[in-house]
Every structure is written in C-alpha cells, then in structure tokens.
C-alpha cells in the first residue's frame, strides 16, 4: 500500500485503524481513520461532492455509492459493507425523500473498512451541462449563485450579536465564506425573516461574496435566465441551475418595433424624439420581465426562484436595454459607450418577476457593430479553445464575422443591409407564414418549386394549394431569396455578373420581360412573387459586403479556405449552407466543414449563465480579438466589388466546384456583363450602417 | 553629501548633473537630474502634494516655494533660482488665477539647482482638518471620494475604443487607478457628457476604486455632508472635502415626532399600524434631503457637488433610517439587525439633493442599545488612542456609557428614562424658549434665582420680566432641574436620601407642604415651577440607573477615578459637570478633568467623512469593544439601589467635597430616610427600555 497517502486523525482508541478510501470517477484517494465521514474524506482530497445543507442529512445532493469487488490497482476488496450501516439521518432522509437502493448521503456514512466509493455526475458540484442538438462545446456547472443552508442558533441575554453578524458568522463558520456582503435590500427583510424561520435559512451567495437572496427553511431549487435580446426578437430560456438543463423557452416580438422595424429606424426615432430611449428602454425591460413571467409560469417555478440571469444583444439593444442612448452607434466611428461586461441589479432594470437580488450580467461587446450577441457566440462555439481556423458568421442587417484559433481572433462587421431579411426585395417579407422559404428550379424546364412557411409541402406535391389555402403565398423571405438566386445561377438563368439572362431562354414561361430587364415568375397569380433583376443586385450587395468582410480577415490571416464554418443566428439555420456558397456569400469550404449553430448567442447567455469562470474567460478574450474596422479599411471597397460575381469574380471555389456543377456559362457570360462591371452600383453600398 | 540618497535617470546628455532636493516639513530629500519638474520629484520620494489636474497648472492645488539660505543640515544653499524661471503655464495660471510672490506649481516648475522646497499645508494631500472648539481629535483629510482631471483623445476611425474605456484608461494612466468600476447610472450620462465637455471631464472616484460621478471640464469644489440622526433634532454639517471646513450647518425637530415623542412610542407606533415604518423612514429621509438642501442653499453649494454622506444616529434612528424594523432592539435580548457599517446609495434611500453617486456611510452600531452615535463618540474622543482612563458619557433616554483606554473599551447603555429631558417632571419640558435652564439657590435665606432659555439675564437681575415677557417662565428643562436637586441637596434642602426637609426649615417661603410631603418653590405665579418629592425621586432614580451603569463598567476595570470624563451630546453641553457631580450623575473626578464634548457624534460623522482610514479604525474598534448588558448583570440591580443617595450611599467623592463643601447634615438625615431606605420604589426602574 502507498505509504505517501495522506492520513489524518487517529480514531477514538488513540490507535491509528486506517482505511483506504478511493473516489471514482477522480481516482482521488486517501487513508482515513475508520469512522471518518465519507463527505469529509472527500473534502480532504478535494473530491468534487455538492451538499446544500452542510451534512445536515437534508438536501441529498452528496450522495454517492460503493463499488464491489477486487480492486487490484488499489490493492483492496471494495464492499458495501466497509460503509457503516444506515444512519438513522440517512432512514429519514430515505423516508421523506427516498434514497435509492445503494445510495448513500455521503455527509452521514462513515468508513468502516477499504473502500472504492462512486460519486454519479448528478452529486459532483461542477457537473457537465448536457448539450443541446446544435451546441458544439462541453461546459460544466460552476453557478455564480450558490445555495447555502444553515441553522442559527437564537439571540440570548449572553449571546447578542445582530442578525447580520449571526447570520454571517454562520455562513463563514459552516461555509466558508468570510468576506461577505449583504445587500443592503435584505437587511429589512432579514428580522422577520429569520423569527419566521425559526432560525433556519438558505442563503444564496454571489460569487462567494454577495449574499442575495435568503429563503426560510432549507431552499434546494433556483433559476437563471439566460436572455438574447434581438433586434426583431428576445428568447429567454430559464435554466435549472442545479442540472442546467433548460426547463422552459419563450420569445417574444420585440416591442420596440412599434418604434422601427430596423435598428436604425429606432436610433433615429431616438434621435428627433426626445425623451423616447425611456419609452424603447422599458418596453424591452418589460418583454424581458415578461419573458421571465412566462418561463416561470411554464416551469411551475416562483418569480422569486430566479436567481441569476444573462444577457446577450447586439450592441443598440445592449445599450438601449442600460438606457444609454445609442446616437453613437449611428454614425462612424460608431464608438460603444461601454464595452466591459456590465452587471445591474434587477431593481434598476425594472424586472420585477424576478428576484430581487438578481444581478442581470451583460456579455461584453466587442467593437461598434460587433455585440455582446457575437461574444455570445464566440463562448459557444469557443474559436478560441482551438486549433482549427474558425469562421463565424452571424447575418443580420449588419454581419458579425470573427476568424482565427487559439492564437489569434478577429472580428468585423460588414454592412449587409436588410435585404437578407428580405427587405429592399420586389416581393420581399419577413419570415412568417406564406413566405417562400426554400425554392427549386429544374436544370431542364426552369420550373420553379418552392416551399412557404406553414406547409411541408412543395409547391409541385398534391395537397399544397389546400394545406396553404388559408394563409397563400404571400411573398418571400430571406432564406428563399438566397435559393432562388442561386438556383437561378446554377441553371444559368443568372449570369456570372447577376444578369438575368433572358435571351438565352426565348419562350421560357417563367421569364418576363420589361423593356431591357428581365424577371423570373416563381409563382403564379396577381401580383404572384418575381424575382426581379433590382432584387439580384440588392442580394449581390448584400453578399459582396459580407463576403468582403470575411475577406479581409481571411487575408489579415492568410487563411485560404477556413477549417470551419459556422452560422449562426437565426437566419443561418434557415438557409442552405450550400445554396449560401454557390452565391459566393462564405468562402469555399468542404461541405461537411460547414454548420448551422442556431441561436448560438442564446447558448452563449446560457454558458455565461452557468459556469462562473465563462465570464472571466469571455471578459479577458474580449480584450484581446482584434478589432478590424471595414469602413476604415482602403482594401475593402475593392474586395467588395470584386465579390459581386457569382460566387466571386477572383477567389476560385474548389470545394464548391467538386459538390454543385457551376454552369459552364458562367466565364462566357462574364464579357456579356461588361457594363454592370463597369458600373457595379457601388453608391448603393449602404455607408450608414446599423 | 549623502551618496545613498536615491536618484534617477540623467539629463538629455546623458552626464548626470544631478541636484539635491529637499522638501519640507517631511524633510523627504532625493537627488534628481537637472529640469526634473519638483512634483515628479516630490511623487518619487513619497512627499505627500496635493494635485486634481495631473499637472495641466490649471488647479494650482500642488503650489510650493523655495526657502532662501544656507542649510547647513543638507550642506546646500537654497536659493528661489534654483528652480526655473517662471513657465508659461505658471504665467496661465497666474492671469487666470492669480500665483502669490514666490509661490511655483510644482508640476511645472524644474529643479535647476539645489533647493529647499517647502510644501504649504494647503498644498498637501492628507492635511489636518482645523480643529473646531470642544473637539479634542485630530484629524488630517484623506477623502474617499477623489477628483481626478482627464483630457481624454476623442474617438476615430483609428482609435474606436468605448466611452468608458476610453476613460478608464486615461484614469489608469494618469492617475493609477487600475481596478476601476463604473457606477452603472453613469452610462446612461456618459457619450452626451463626454462630448459636451470635449473629452475635458473630472472624475469622482470613491476608495480608488469606485467612479461615482463626473463632471465636464475641470471641477474642484465637492462637499460632504455628516449628518446626526436625533430621536428629537437631526443636524447636519456641510464640509468642504478639501479644507475639512464646515461651509454649513443646519438642524431639523425629527419629523417621526408625530408618530410618538420618544423612541419607545415610536416602535410601539410601527408594531401597532402596518405599513407605517415606511412613513417614519420616508419623514427621516426626506429631513435629511432637506437638510442637504438648505445647508448647499446655505453655503451657495450645487447639490450635485454634494459628493459623500455620514451618518450617525442611534440604533433604532439607524434602522429607521434604512428601512429596518426595529422591533427586535424593543425588548430582551435586544438584539441589532445589522451592526457592521453599512453604505447604501443615495437613490436607495430616495435623497435627491445631492449627487446621485453619493454612497451614504453609517457607522457601525455597537450593542443593541449603543448606537452609530456613539460610535461616533468614541470617534471623536478617541479613548482607544490613550492611556488615559476615559468615561464616555452621552445621556439621553437611555445613557450610553464608553469606559477605557488603548488597552479595553467597554459599553454599556442604562435606562435613566427621560427624566432628564425633562418628562415624568412635574413643571418639566423640552429646552425650548422659556424653560429655566439654571438654577441657583441662597444656602442662607434659600431664596432661588433662575435663568430661562431666550434670556441671559437671572431672574434676579433688573429687566428679566420685561425680556422674558415676550414666552414669560414655561417649565423647567432638563440642565434645569439637575441644577435645582443639586442646589437644594448643597443648601440641605434635600437630604442626602432625597427628601425634601420641610421641618427642617420651617416658615421658609419656598417650600410647600401638602400633607406629609414638600415642595420648593422655584418661581412665582400660577401654577409656576415647583420642585416636588415626586420630581426628585425621578431624577434620583434616572441618575442612580447613570451612575450604576458607570460603576459596573468601573468595577470590570478596578477603576475608581478615571483620567477624564467626557459629557457627550447636547444634553452634556448644557449641563454644568459640578451640578452633575453633585447629584452623583457621574464618578468623583477632578473638575478640570470633566469636560462637555458637545455634539461628539456629529464630530465623529465629520471625522469619518473627512478621513477614510477612520472608517476602517472604528469598524474595527467597535469588533473590539466589549458590549456590557446591564439588564444581564446581578451587580446593577444592587448598584442602582446604592446610587439612589446624593452622591451616593457607598463610594466617596474626595474630589467633589475639595471643590464643593457637601452639606453636614448629609449623614444626619440619613437615618431620617430609613424608610425610603427600605424601599426606594426599584419598581419605577424602567425595565422596558429604548
């Protein structure tokens, strides 16, 4: 046996009865007196057990189990029985609780003998959260918030500290926890509530420091809710903070479009109305209050349960959620007004269907146009943690892009314009029901077939006229304008250049002509939905700029084609990774290196939300991506026309090239294209961005 | 010369021409090269100069001059031109500000030879505060809260750094403030104000760590305001943060007085009406708002430039004040919510009439009947600090009782009840305009003359009727009626039991009989003011509860006479100690060594707001002393029973008798009062006590 092991105490007869205690899944491992308590061996060698209830025999949360049998590596025969049998703290636990046959609450159970003992995930304090579909990065739990039972004894004529050093010294005595504050809200609770109580509390405890929130009576279940503030949109997703699983979701419009659908329609808004942040400033407060209500109600959970929350957005919402007027971000050189991460109380915020003593932690944002919503991201998908050159995308009105790896970070923004939510599109509309959302053309016919929003139907299966009846087709969002497009490329409907090429197809019933100019029919009726050549070029724009941004990252790396591509946001798990590339709107890339990260910035909230250490590794990162400015940059413009062609007029697509046939067509038609070259309509680049 | 003396760096030649530099009165010398500027100089030596602007010559706040001479100590000879001639800078400041004949700014002028350099005291940082009349402490500056000037490089395309940022890092580098945090409600205020000011602000920073408010351009004027929280008046004082000087004071009746007079009344008030300690918090707080107010109207003072707050107060004014229940504090084991200094924000406690950044600093409480104030007592007189044995007195209601030295501090309260405010009094009431405060009685014809409160005159004196004509003679106040016992005690009118000896004198025309009992006369009319059997035994018994609370304090520490006794509070001030003494209120003492220390809480508020390391000395101190429960110890009850007797039953007064010739018929009549002896109503000892 290793004579290095640690051993500590001797037992009651003064005579040292060692046994060895060896923990699973750690491998920690030590001698103990016989009669030491399985939690405080564990303790000792820095095994990872929770306890909410300090040995208490109430909270159940340190129980573990015995492992039989020869254990060679160890040099011990593990049996149940080297425990002691059932503590009558273990029979009542067992009788108000249950305990399961095996299980042992590690705080009551003594060593008797050698023993291998397991503690299951579920009773280890910094468990793995369990990944969504979607999500690429393990995270354990490590709560900013924790729970902290304790038993005061009553005040007497001999002992008459106050209520606050009698609770403090309690939580220090028992936990630890030395240098603690108490909110200054809780002290006119804390007379009552603790008489109340009978002297017994739950404390929650903010990084070890901040005592905010009590409960009477030993409290075992609290909330955090991980928030992700967009522009059209805010998701909440209420966590469990205990497993980290999610209990409930909920979105809502965000109520600020009363005031603009786009964000800079609301800065401007702010901007000739005066007094108005206050008004765009608590209408989200009140839909992320809301949103609280909401995914409480659904969980079955008490507002008052919800201890933690964070919060992601893109750099306006960030701001207009603080009540910092947005101006600034407006116009060049669109400076933020903060970009550390901010924590506010509930209280200031407005939310009342929350705890009080919740501290909302905003992510830090990155640079003008690259928000806490991105840094969001970037905790997801962890760019930094690894060797692979990473390329993420989030597309909205502006496109956040950040390349590198674990040496270097960059991140732009890229003026894209709303014609990817389908804005500035003939007939172009949000994503809602009877949009068309994904569109096939047959390489022969040119017959289009598409989907809307609301049927899994294609507009060519039986039943679909039917099964949309009631709402039509009523237009066509960005995710389907991106497919026509390309779709409308690869058959060469669409030259190299974006021109529309009607003459090559006389008599094709889906192209009309207006004077020079040519559209294509995608469906039928009046008005029906064409697209347009205006609406090619307004998504050629939109491309150029984003392909431009990535561009100038790739080159600042010298990075040809990145080892991965991700997209994120919403809008990147509705379009076609494929159907993106064929416009040119990510660079080349093996297919299967690209995915789609859905509300990455939400799970980003939700990692931020979960392990403390998240926020100190998101906060220093920060500090470190390199800002790159496109606006400022001479080479920007020129890569921005050059990525007008389809997929781009320079940068070969090899990877694309193996996976869709580009039309052999596309070079001859490129001298066809001569004028637009000429006049690519630079002026209508968007230089004003938000 | 001294070869050890420190020195740095080498002029632009590279050839050291090193020059001494020697600053006074810290007598801190270096040797440094040619054109170094003196305030780096005295930054590199430690010498401690004063500076808002980092050295932009637009405070002026770091001005020295050179001593002219040979100083033969340092083996130079200090001449004005061995500094530089005048700089442009000093020239600025001199037009704009005026710069007195030989006065420099010492972060423009340069060493040019060797020099004496003489630091005013208002040129450095941690002056001395200018002590005021009765306090006995002194104090030197060293504000929490800092005014820092920056001039911050506006943003472009090239530097896109946030607002905040931006000014964290001008703060860091300027002024070293590395671990800054920013007050979330500031964020809101900062892109408008940044700009407005054309990047020029100042910063106010709370314990180097904290960025509490700011102002565009350069501001060097801000204010704190201690405030003392009375059950009866509130008083506040208005100082100058950088001269330590009152600019203004004002007091307020306490406006919870409608809610009961004395504290007692008023946690009955809370306990029987719900919801109504939210309507004595808010009446408290907005008192103390008022009181802001008029001391900036006052001082002609902006509220915003009110910049820190102290306070003090009794326990149950202190939980008032923040929002706390003070039930608990109203009976046994009285115990405080929170003792430990607590610093709430100025917007939590709904005070609008200073700087929204103002983080308002309670001192601690001791014990659950010795409060903040009398913390701030001990702040003030600081016995913690001496060898000298001190008794610390302040009475009230209750008496708070502070007994010893740099060795042990013990406290202890005693329930005298309000008989020396004037209450349970016959023709007793508050110091208000017509009560007498002085009383003074002929030992031969036992004639009493009296002053009364709007008058200096005596009662005796020609003019007092028509001067008093106005209120005429209302009552009898507290410092009165403790001078008319005493007077008739010396005169032998009271026994040294407390009886008033009717028989003794008889045809006197100031006594009254009706039936076995007397009383004294003191003015004339209808009904007049009467000294009555019923009102000696009150203060018999409000001054034996003082005096066994003393002497168990005394007997703990085997004191007998201690150094010095300190009457603390308004009530102490219109006292007069002799009268006090003879009463036996207080232990025997030399007279010289009796003092009236005034407001000592309200000196103590002052000292913590103007000096940070005094808050962590008395949150210190207060862990340290030892609380003393009267109502606990078996020694009081048979103390208190003693001390009924004028001076007192058991310990002598050598002091007192050299000072004042005690009656002989003391002990005669001693045995007259056998039956008060036997029961000297111990039931009136007001159990119940607040």
Not at 16 to 43: E, I, W
Not at 207 to 227: I, K, M, Q, T
Not at 641 to 650: C, D, E, F
Request: proline fraction near 6%; aromatic fraction near 4%.
């Amino acid at each position: 046996m290793d004579e290095t092991l640690p051993r500590t105490g001797t037992n009651e007869s003064g005579v040292s009865q060692d046994v060895l205690a060896v923990f699973l899944p750690s491998g920690k491992r030590g001698r103990f007196p016989v009669g030491t308590k399985v939690l405080a061996a564990a303790r000792q060698l820095g095994v990872d057990i929770d306890s909410i209830c300090a040995g208490r025999g109430i909270c159940g949360r340190c129980q573990v189990s015995v492992s039989s049998g020869e254990f060679q590596k160890f040099g011990i025969h593990s049996r149940p029985e080297n425990l002691c049998a059932r503590t009558a703290l273990e029979k009542r636990y067992a009788e108000l609780r249950s305990l399961a046959k095996g299980r042992r609450l590690s705080c009551s159970a003594q060593l008797t003998g050698d023993a291998v003992i397991d503690v299951p995930a579920e009773s280890q304090l910094h468990k793995q959260i369990v990944r969504k579909k979607a999500e690429s990065r393990n995270v354990e739990i490590d709560r900013v918030v924790r729970l902290h039972y304790v038993e005061l004894p009553p005040p007497g004529l001999s002992d008459q500290r106050s209520d606050v050093a009698r609770l403090k010294q309690a939580l220090a005595a028992e936990w630890g926890l030395d240098e603690l504050t108490v909110a200054q809200r809780l002290l006119a609770e804390l007379p009552l509530l603790l008489r109340r109580a009978e002297w017994r509390v739950t404390a929650a405890v903010r990084n070890g420091s901040e005592l905010v929130a009590l409960w009477p009576g030993f409290h075992d279940r609290v909330f955090g809710l991980a928030v992700d503030i967009g522009t059209t949109t805010i998701a909440a997703h209420l966590n469990d903070l205990e497993t980290g699983e999610v209990v409930a979701a909920a979105g809502v419009m965000n109520p600020q479009i009363r005031y603009g659908e786009d964000l800079i329609s609301r800065v401007s808004f702010i901007q000739q109305n005066s007094g108005s942040l206050e008004n765009l400033s608590a209408a989200v407060r009140r839909a992320v209050d809301g949103l609280a209500r909401e995914t409480a109600a659904t969980a079955g959970v008490k507002g008052t349960d919800i201890i933690d929350m964070s919060v992601v957005g893109n750099p306006i919402m960030h701001h207009i959620f603080l009540g910092i007027d947005p101006l600034q971000l407006g116009s060049t050189p669109f400076p933020l007004v903060v970009d550390e991460a901010v924590t506010v109380p509930a209280g200031a915020l407005g939310l009342r269907s929350v705890n009080p003593g919740v501290q909302a932690y905003l992510l830090p944002c990155i640079a003008g146009h690259v928000g806490a919503d991105t840094a969001g991201v970037i905790l997801a998908e962890a760019p930094h943690r690894s060797d692979e050159m990473t390329l993420l995308i989030d597309v909205g009105t502006n496109a956040e892009i950040v390349l590198g790896n674990r040496e270097r970070l960059l991140a732009c923004s890229s003026p894209t314009g709303p014609a990817f939510e389908g804005a500035q599109i003939s007939c172009g509309q949000r994503a809602a029901l009877g949009a068309i959302e994904r569109v096939r053309i047959d390489p022969d016919t040119l017959a289009p077939r598409f989907r809307v929003i609301g049927s899994k139907l294609w507009s060519d299966d039986p039943g679909f006229a039917e099964a949309t009846a009631d709402f039509g087709v009523t237009g066509i969002c960005g995710s389907g304008i991106i497919e026509a497009v390309a779709e409308m490329f690869i058959t060469g409907i669409v030259s190299r250049m974006g021109l529309i090429d009607g003459e090559r197809f006389p008599g094709c019933d889906w192209l009309e002509r207006e004077g020079e100019v040519y559209s294509y029919r995608l469906s039928g009726g009046q008005p029906g939905v064409l697209i347009t050549q205006t609406d090619i070029r307004a998504i050629q724009l939109a491309k150029a700029a984003l392909y431009a941004g990535t561009r100038l990252l790739m080159d600042m790396l010298g990075v040809e084609t990145p080892d991965r591509i991700v997209l994120a946001g919403a809008f990147g798990s509705f379009i076609d990774p494929k159907h993106a590339m064929i416009l040119g709107m990510i660079p080349d890339c093996p297919a299967r290196r690209v995915r789609a990260a859905g509300n990455a910035a939400g799970t980003g909230a939700r990692i931020a939300l979960l392990n403390r250490a998240t926020r100190r590794e998101i906060e220093a990162l920060v500090q470190r991506i390199e800002k790159v400015e496109t606006a400022a940059d001479p080479d920007f413009q020129k890569s921005f026309v050059a990525a007008m062609a389809l997929p781009h007029a320079r940068h070969p697509f090899p990877h694309l090239a193996k996976w869709v046939p580009l039309p052999s067509s596309a070079r001859k038609h490129a001298r066809q294209d001569k004028a637009f070259q000429d006049n690519p309509h630079p002026a209508q680049h968007p230089k004003s961005r938000c």
